[in-house]
């Protein structure tokens, strides 16, 4: 069990015939310091240890650790006579009796509990009984054993560290230093993406020491990608059919019709609305339960939404839509620069947000996947995002006017969720795991089973400066060139671990794997999720971007989406408008100043990455996608 990040040793030290009342202590030694000692670094807000030893059943004792912002209060419960009536002791203090049933620690046979946030977990910490009142100005310059071991055993340690430092001769590397520098886990949150045009120019950094020292890793890391290159295996997957997906998924499938109004291009059809016109139609919806910007888009929503439903016969109908073309992907490659530019369009109408990551997330419940599971978003709930759009169709379609009919048939829908095209970490919670450690079913599937002829524009980069965007987006400490160089070589040698028993694509899609990494290496491999999607999907309805060319051509990038798109064009204005814009989710001016990665972290990058990137361009027929010249 982790306490403040650290492993806690568990030890209870009693006389055998010493039945005086105790008063426990948590004391603080080598590993355990984080209970009494600093309170404050508690990172479980209630903690209840119960205890009992074993050498004298007749002593029990159980207290409890309070908030780290009230201090710590010890409460001592010490059984006094057989027929279990016992003294409550605070602080060393007498306190009321009590009877044995209605104390949570007293009932049972001998046992060591720990209880965090209600489940029963194994406590390494280290305990100390002693008498009451045993506190003398003696006792503060005499040792206890375990504080004299481990001022032993740091002082071993201690000479360790200067010997290997003065024998080597090498500062940077001592005796005990891990020969990949590793450090420590961080977890990733979810996606984000957009860079600044002009953080993709090259930096030129004088080298550091640590860099230096880097380089002497690099052989050993190199061993690494080799390994992991010789076992690359890009294997067709074996895809479901709709039987299949229809029992994973019954109730999207009794929801999304198979067919859809001819007269509309983005997907829509009607479906009965069983309320009256005090009905709240957004009540339950769980993207407006969990954010107070939704809850204000279904407020405006709400209140024009029984003159927009469809009437006859006295049964109430409304538009439903799914979007007609998905942004999807990748992070940190441009995507939000890309959707607030293509938003300008008239014709163009995304989501309520930009991210919704149904797809991915919210249908299995995942908001956070550190934070656990919560209940999943039917589909309902993403329908609502695109209501907005819907009432704009439902105006035109139910419009006298040709020409208004038109105009308002043109009206395309978008959703721009960046974890669309890689995120399926949520498979191993949900489906069957195979034999084989692949998932039997990806977003894709289920995307083609509903909207088989939707697009899709997927907008990359540089996956090396892919990857250190990402770090500097998302860490939240401790941020250095130095500090991505170790993430990086870890990072590689898990993935290393897991290629060497199961298969390219079990790997890229581990979801514990993924976790584990210091660094989403993962998202880089573009390759691999692109061949899966076009399993399922036509190539002709991809349109495959590169990030370096947005921000060197800005109207370009876009007139090939109006194209892709088939949208109308734009007035000089207007285009004007678009294409002047400043870049959006630009890199942040404290980012910036870390200054670019060190040379040989790129080097082991681009090794890593160029096997996928050369497959990436054999599969779009451009050499571009190799990013040999950026």
């Not at 940077?172 to 949150?189: D, M, N, R």
């Not at 380089?215 to 890391?221: A, G, I, L, N, W």
């Not at 942004?327 to 890309?338: A, E, R, S, Y």
Request: include cysteine.
């Amino acid at each position: 069990m982790t306490i403040g990040d650290h492993l806690l040793p568990l030890s209870l030290r009693v006389g055998p015939k010493d039945t005086r009342p105790r008063s426990l202590e948590l004391w603080g030694s080598f590993l355990c310091w984080s209970l009494v000692p600093a309170p404050r670094r508690l990172s479980s807000p209630d903690v209840l240890l119960v205890l009992q030893h074993d050498a004298c059943p007749g002593l029990l004792a159980h207290g409890s650790v309070g908030r780290p912002s009230q201090g710590v209060m010890m409460r001592h419960c010490v059984q006094l006579s057989p027929d279990h009536t016992h003294k409550q002791r605070v602080g060393g203090r007498g306190g009321p009796h009590h009877s044995g049933p209605e104390c949570p620690a007293c009932p049972g046979a001998n046992r060591v509990v720990f209880r965090v946030d209600g489940k029963q977990m194994n406590l390494l910490a280290v305990l100390q009984v002693r008498a009451e009142g045993d506190e003398s100005w003696g006792g503060l310059l005499r040792f206890r054993k375990g504080k004299r071991c481990s001022l032993v055993f740091g002082l071993v340690i201690m000479t360790l560290v200067t010997a290997s430092y003065v024998l080597s001769g090498a500062h940077q590397e001592l005796l005990i230093a891990s020969p990949f520098h590793y450090g420590a886990f961080s977890s990733s949150p979810g996606a984000g993406d957009g860079e600044h045009p002009g953080d993709m120019k090259e930096h030129h950094h004088q080298p550091s020491v640590n860099n230096t020292s880097y380089v002497k890793d690099y052989p050993s890391v190199k061993l690494i990608i080799d390994s992991i290159t010789a076992r690359l295996e890009f294997t067709p997957r074996q895809l479901p059919d709709r039987d299949d997906l229809r029992r994973q998924e019954p109730h999207m499938f009794s929801v999304i019709p198979s067919k859809f109004l001819p007269d509309s291009r983005s997907p829509c059809w009607y479906e009965e609305f069983p309320g009256r016109n005090t009905t709240d139609p957004y009540l339950t919806n769980s993207y407006a339960l969990y954010s107070k910007r939704f809850r204000a888009t279904f407020d405006a929503l709400r209140k024009a939404f029984w003159s927009r439903l469809a009437h006859a016969a006295g049964r109430h109908f409304r538009l439903r839509c799914l979007p007609r073309f998905y942004i999807v992907g990748q992070p940190k490659c441009g995507t939000t620069d890309l959707y607030d530019r293509l938003r300008l369009h008239p014709e163009v109408k995304f989501s309520a947000i930009k991210e919704p990551h149904w797809w991915t997330r919210k249908r299995f419940g995942i908001v956070r996947l550190r934070d656990g599971l919560r209940d999943r978003y039917p589909v309902e709930d993403y329908l609502d995002l695109f209501d907005l759009a819907a009432h704009q169709i439902h105006q035109g379609l139910q419009a006298s006017s040709a020409e208004e009919h038109s105009k308002i048939n043109r009206i395309t829908i978008g959703e721009a969720s960046a974890s669309t095209m890689w995120d399926n970490n949520a498979w191993t919670f949900f489906y069957d795991n195979s034999s084989d450690g692949e998932p039997p079913f990806l977003t894709q599937d289920f995307i083609h089973a509903f909207q088989p002829d939707a697009k899709l524009i997927v907008m990359l980069r540089d996956p090396v400066e892919r990857l250190y965007s990402d770090y500097l987006y998302f860490a939240s400490s401790n941020k250095s060139a130095d500090d991505f160089h170790e993430k990086v070589t870890e990072a590689l040698q898990l993935f290393e671990n897991c290629v060497r028993d199961y298969s390219l694509r079990a790997c890229v899609y581990n979801n514990t794997l993924n976790n584990a990494m210091p660094v989403r290496l993962q998202v880089g491999l573009y390759a691999v999720y692109l061949l899966d999607w076009l399993a399922v999907f036509n190539k002709e309805q991809f349109l495959v971007l590169r990030l370096e060319d947005h921000a060197s051509n800005v109207k370009d990038t876009m007139h090939r989406v109006f194209r892709f798109l088939d949208l109308g064009p734009l007035s000089g204005k207007q285009e004007a408008l678009m294409t002047k814009s400043p870049a959006s989710n630009a890199r942040r001016p404290e980012d910036r100043n870390l200054g670019p990665m060190w040379p040989v972290t790129q080097r082991i990058l681009r090794d890593f990455y160029g096997p996928f990137n050369a497959r990436l361009a054999l599969v779009l027929a451009d050499e571009a996608f190799t990013w040999q010249k950026t």
